[in-house]
Each structure stands twice: as C-alpha cells, then as structure tokens.
C-alpha cells in the first residue's frame, strides 16, 4: 500500500517531450486511472512510474521515499502490460510462479500461491498450457494473475484490455475492479477508452500532449470539464459545441449562434458571468441527454434543424440533427419517429450548459 | 494454387543441376564399392570389401576418426559458447558502435578458408610470426604452433574459432534481436536477476538458434579440409590428420579412388548421424 | 536483452564487457592488418627478426603479382595471377548467376506449387551443405574427365553450383513463403498468367533480399578452394587456389603472398559491406525455417 507522487515529471526521448512537468497525488489504495489519446504520455508516465523507463527530470515519491533510482525491483510494483508480455517458454503456472521463484520463496509457498492466484482467474484448466497454446482472454487474466500472485505496494495496468474483444471487455472491466477492492492496493491504470476510465476509476487524471488536462473525480471531469479537449475527449457521444456571442434579447442574455442565428437562453446561474461577455465569442456546449428533441416546433425550442439519421440501439437511440451543416448529436427514446430530412426542433437544457473561451480553451464557467 | 503444367514444365527443369549433383553423389557411392584405380578405372566390385578394410586394416583410418572427432568437439565446443557471448555483448551496444562492430565482425565471413589459413600461418611462424614475437614480450617461450605434433591441432582450433566465431555470433546476434522485447521488461519488474531471467527466459528462446548454429558447426568441423590442406596437409607426424585429408591422399597420392571414397561415405554418415542426434533436442 | 535502465548493469560489469569486445575484435582485426602491412613490405624487411611494425611501404610485391615472374622449376613465366582472377570473376560470376535463375525458380517451385516429392527435393538441396565436398567432387573428377569437362570453365561453373545453389533456394524460399500468397492471386484475377504474377508482383518484393543473397553466393563461390583445386588446372587456377601455389616457396615470398591474399579478400569484403544489413536478417530467417 503506498501513496505516489508526481513532481514536476518530464520524459524526453531526444528533443521529443512525452511528458513536460507534470504533477500527480495518488493515494492510498485509490484506483487511479490515467486517462488520453495515443502519443499523450500516459505510457511513458506509467512506465516511469515502474522503472522501466529513465527520468529525464522531477520526482517520484512512493510514500516518502524517493523512488527516481530504484529498480524495479525495490519499487515492490506489479505491472500487467498491454500486450500481456508473457513468458513464451514457460508454461501458465511457471508464468505465475516466475515473480515468486525470481525472489526465492520457497516452493510450497509458490505452488499455494499459484493455486490460489489461478483459483481467482479460472485458470486452473489452463496451468500446463503455454501461452501461444491459449486465448487471448486467458493470457490477459495470466496476465493480471502474475500481478497479483506477489502482493506489491503498486498495481501498475498498462492498457491491459485494449486487445480484448468488446463482449469480453466488459466482463473483464468488473474483474478487474473487483480484483482491486479484494486487495485494496493502490492501482494506476492507463487507458485510452474513456468509458473504461469512467466505469473502473476512482478519481482519473486526463492527459493530452504531455500535459495533465484535468484530474477530478469521473462525476467531475464529466459535469466539469475544465477546458474543450477534456469535454470532447469524455462522454459518448461526446459534447456538442456551438459558436455563440452573448447577446441581450430585451432584457435577457441569450447565447446567439453565429451560424444560423439560433438562441441559447443564458441560465440565470451564470447570468453575471456572461454580463461583462457581450458580443464575445464563446463556444457554448451541451451534452447530447440534454438535448429533447421534437418533431414539432414547441414554445420553448431554440434551436431548429433536419434529421440526418437517427440509430435506436435498443436501450436508446441516438439522433444526429443536421443544423445548418453541423451535425449535433442527442441521445433520445429508443423509438424516435424522425426520418432524414424531417424538421426537428430542439429544447436544450441551459442549466447543463459549459461555456469555453475558443481561444484559451478553458471553461469560462469553472476558472 | 495456380492453372496445371506450365510452372511445373518450366520450373522443374532448374531442378537439373541439384539432381545431377545427387546422381555424381549416389556414383560415388557406387564406386566406393568397387576398387577404381585412377590409372586402372574399375576391375572389381568388391561391396563392402573397402568398408571393411578400413575398419580391420586401416590404423590410419582410425587414427583419423579419432583426429577428426578431437578437432570437432575442440571447434564446435568452443565457437558455440564463445560465439554466444560475444553476441550478448553486442545486443548490449546501441547505435553506431553495433553497426561498427558487426561490420567489423563479417569480416572473417568474406576470406576464404584457405586465404585465412595462409594468413594466420604467417602470423604463427616459429621465427619470424607475430604471436612468438608477442610471447617473447610477456616473457613466454615461443611456440612452434604448426610443427608441434603436440599443439598442430590447437592452432588448426584457433584458425578455426577466426574464421567461424563471426559466423556463429552473427547467427545468435540475429536471433537475439528477433527475442520479444516486452517479457523482458516484464521480468525487470517482476524482480528476476539478470542470471535468473537469462536462465529462464533467454536460453529457451535461444533454443532454436543454438540448433542451427550447432549443426552448421558440426557439419563444418566434421568436413574440415581447406584449412588443413593449406597449413599442416595432416601432419606433423599425423597430428592433424582428418579423415577428408586421407581420403584425398587415397586419390591423389595413392590413385586409389574407389577406396577414397569409401572413407568420404563414412565421413557423410559420421555427419548425419550426428545430426541426427543434434535434430533430437529439437524443440518442437 | 535490453537493460539499459537504473539499476541493472553496474559499472564494473560494463568494463568488463567492453574488455571482451575489444579482445575479441582484435583478435580479428589484427592478423588481417598485420597482413596487410606484410603485403608492403620489401623481401627484407619481411625476413626481419624481430617483426617490425614501422618500415617503408613498397609496392613491390604487387607488382610481382600482376606484372611480375614467377618460378617455375628454374624457369621464370609470366605471373598466373591476373589470369587466376579473370578466371575467378567468369567462373564465381557464372556461377551465381546460374544460380540466380535456377535457384529463384526451383525456390518458386518449392514454396508455392505442391508436387509429390517436393520435400524431398528440399531435403537433398539443403544437404549437400553438410555432405564433404570431397565426396561430390571425387566421382565429378572421374565423370569430367571422360567428359572432357575437366579444367574448363563451364565445369567448374556448373560444380560451383554445389555452393550457391543451396543458399539461393533456401533463403529464396523462405522470403517467396513469407510473402502471402493473395497478391500473386489477386494478380491472376486481373488476368496476369502465372508468369506474370511471378515477375510483376513477386520478384520485384524479393529483389533487395535476392539481390543481398546472390551477393554472399558469390562471395562463396569467390572464396571456394577444392573445387578449383581438384577439377581445374593451371587454366582455370581460381584465386584461392593460386594465392596457395605460394605457399611452396614459404621462405622466399612472404611478401608476394600477403599481397596475392589481399588481392583475394578486398572484393569480397567491398561486397559484404555492401549488403551486410540484409545479410543478418537473411541468416536468421532463412536459418528458423530450415
């Protein structure tokens, strides 16, 4: 069980900086997940985190010890790695014994232990197999089961599931998480799949470029994501933006799209922020649940547009509304009646709304 | 699979040369059991009255089996863990310097054998050589490397391991490349030693490898005749007599062709058997 | 094995292995620089006791060589040398390129069609890399004689065959099986014949590892002994073959000598350099299949 602590971390691999300065607090027993596109420097940071990269500056503090020349090894870490990185030669059980043996325990310690490891993971049918002799389900959970046989301070997940079919995906998801509540150990998982960040995560840390976008809770970084790359890149399907200035309607603030002239009505909750706003151009989101739409124009519609297709997906349906060339995306009923090229009008939810500077991409609302 | 005879028409024909080479190979086998005299051609066929001769009559024939299968063991005993190293060294360098050295490395690779052993008979010159004069600087005696009975087949050895540790390294240096690099990260962090991990991890990988590099070796060692043909010709006194060199004695020296042969027949399944026997090991 | 991270490697260790390197690198480089020198030496400065390692550099064994006499019996003829490497360049040339064709469409042969004994063919190719070479060349020396193929040109061109042969089929196959079979189909679909699937589509993939592999064949046949030895004559004296003629006149030509071998290796090597980077893939490749 440990805490671990990021100071002003950089990784540069000649003049190209992966990771520039970045600051991290994990506690203890948390789930943290690392969370961004590829080439973000989340690997890079994590496998510093391990110790099988080098730092090229900053700290990392493992409670209060500074960790920056450890080897791995006295790091005490565990690491399931995106590509499982099994051992060919050995068979399942010796894969799960190796951590074990390479520190001398003895053997009847190691053979409970790898019984009880492969207990956990339905691995048992499989012990005597090689890995090129079993599925990739049951490599990802050899995987996941060479990580937990040893105990470590420190999980360390490597985008372990991204080469997992969906339908599996999901179930191992709960493993997962279930795994790291029976042993409550501090965990830093990384991953590009935000709804995987969303679903496992305690608190997630959103990475683009080297630099941390924004760290919160998933309920946060959801309802308030701090700049545009955070709340397009979370939530599916993601947020949708409108060009807007602020305009005074007789009396009322209303957000005027640039493009089409719809309007916003500006919630009275940010009403003084948007006051000193007038004629300013700012990028107005809202998430697709807050969108109804209606096939006829209602009293209360704001915006209006076509139909352009409209998915229903058993549970929900997903209607893209082209307005005036840009496509919005809502989350409806399943049983949405609209066909291409019908008229829709639709009501947004201004309480819902975040407002984003263009220019400096930060939310207006939270800075 | 594509449209019936024509590839087959015109592609089998540059089968001809290997099959001519097999039909010469399957000759000689006839001929080992006739006695062909050079200056007489064949009057008998003795089947396998050579073969017996070689093994009730021929001390020479046994002396050089025992010769040969000396030398072996020496040559491919020592280029294989030798050979191994070096190539571990090397996956330890990075940029220029590998492309250095390995370029440095192939140089053995493009001299012939017989070049090499003119080379390095120069350099073992009881006078005028390079290494006696390096021993008499440490203060060692010098050696006569090529006309001591006692060390003849130790410098045959040596020429060997210069000419064949490029090979072999390069064989395992390829091969070690091809190793998948993530376990390797994943037993840093699993806490296993550099030795624990070689133990485990590298060394059955390099399974493969180690096969290939042994076989070619062995059939290489087994069949050594330029090197000794250009240096000692299986002298002195016999030391460094194989059984290629008495077979070529037999033909050329002696004229005795079907005879000569028959020790080449022997030689090819003292070869195969031992591949055989190699082959066995094969991880599959 | 790639540990280049804290905590693995301490320094003692690396000296250690830098000191390996260099002993073995030396014990490579060094016989071939020492006989380098030696091919510039003068007749004296040869014979010196001890060796010397500073010495004014002449030409003159290079000269003998090409342009000079040797000895034989008490008769002085014009050097075998220059004609020893033309015939070297015909016979090794000849070779491979015989080779080239041959091989790359038996390997053809081998890696896409299916026909009863194609394994068989496979195994005997690959064996005559372990057979002794006596043991082909001693029943050819009989069989060339009759058919008057002995000391010539074509003889040892299609004996050297022995050599490159093998390696082109084994590593040719090897590339044509790694290439997946749906470009050459695809080409049939769009009406190509076999042939032309086999020169448009699949030569075109295989060329740089062809071109790399034809160049070691050659290298081999250029570096071949026996076979020049024992089924070719003072007219078709291969270079190895003649670099050793002077092995008998061991006190006196030394110097002749370093530079008849220096003559030999220098071209092989420009090649090898050439095409070392394909060489290592090929090696290994071409070695896990066998």
Known sequence: MSTIALRSLWKKYGKVEAVKGINLQIQDGEFFCILGPSGCGKTSTMRMIAGIESITAGEIWFDNQL???????????????????????????????????????????????VEEVAKILDLVDVLDQKPAQISGGHQQRVSLGRCIIRKPRVFLFDEPLSHVDSEARRKMRGEVKRLQQMFKTTSVYVTHDQSEAMALADRISVMNLGEVQQTGTPNEIYHHPHNLFVADFIGEPP????????????????????????????????????????????????????ITPSLVEQEDSQIHG???????????????????????????????????GDRVWLNVDSSRIQVFDPKTTNNVLSC | MIRRWLPYYLTLPSFIVPTALTFAWILGLYYSLTDFDLRYGIRNYLGLGNYADLITRSPAFWGSVATTLKYSILAVGLSTPIGFAVAMLLSQLTGLKTRLIRTIMMAPLCISPVVATIMWRIIMGPTQGLLNYGLNLVGLPKLDWLGNPGIALWSLVIIDLWLSVPFVTLIFYGGLQSLPKTPYEAAQVDGASRFFTFRKLTLPLMKPFLMIALLFRAADALNAFDTIYASTKGGPMRATYMLNIYAYDNV????????????????????????KRLMAFWPR | MHFKRPGWGKTLGAIGMSLGLILVLAFIVLPLLWMLLMSFK????????????????????????????????????????????VNTIIIAGGATLLSVITGTLAAYALARLHFKGRDFMAFSVLSFRFSPALSIILPVYAIYRRLGLYNTHIGLILIYQTISLPLIIWVVRSYIESIPVDLEQAALVDGYSWWGAFTRILLPLIAPGLAATSVLAFVFCWNNFTFGLLLGAAETHTLTVATSAFVSYEQVLWGVMAAASIVTILPAMVFIFLVQRWLIRGLTFGAVKA
């Not at chain 1, 006295?74 to 014994?97: G, I």
């Not at chain 1, 352009?308 to 949405?336: A, K, Q």
């Not at chain 3, 064994?61 to 006499?69: A, D, K, M, S, V």
């Open chain 1, 239 to 290: 947020f949708n933006f409108f060009d807007c200035s602020v305009v005074s309607d007789g009396g009322q603030l209303a957000f005027r799209t640039q493009v089409g002239n719809h309007r916003i009505l500006v919630p009275n909750t940010i009403k003084e922020r948007m006051g000193d706003s007038l004629d300013r151009v700012l990028r107005v989101g809202v998430r697709p649940m807050y």
């Open chain 2, 252 to 275: 050329i020296r002696w004229k005795q062709l079907g005879y000569g042969l028959a020790i080449m027949v022997v030689t090819y399944l003292i070869v195969y058997a031992v591949s």
């Open chain 1, 306 to 340: 076509t139909v352009y297709v409209f998915e229903g997906l058993g549970e929900e349906g997903v209607l893209t509304v082209d307005v005036d060339g840009s496509l919005i995306r809502i989350l409806t009923e399943p049983d949405f009646e609209g066909k291409p």
């Open chain 3, 42 to 85: 003068s007749r004296t400065d040869v014979m010196a006791i001890p060796p010397k390692i500073v010495f004014t550099p002449t030409l003159v064994n290079y000269q003998r060589l090409f342009f000079g006499t040797q000895k034989a019996g008490y008769d002085a003829v014009p050097s075998d040398f220059p004609r020893a490497m």
């Open chain 1, 67 to 113: 960790v920056n020349d450890l080897a791995p090894v006295k790091r005490d870490v565990a690491m399931a790695f995106e590509t499982y990185a099994l051992y060919p030669p050995l068979t399942v059980k010796e894969n799960l014994a190796f951590p074990l043996e390479a520190r001398g325990e003895p053997k009847a310690r190691i053979n409970e232990r």
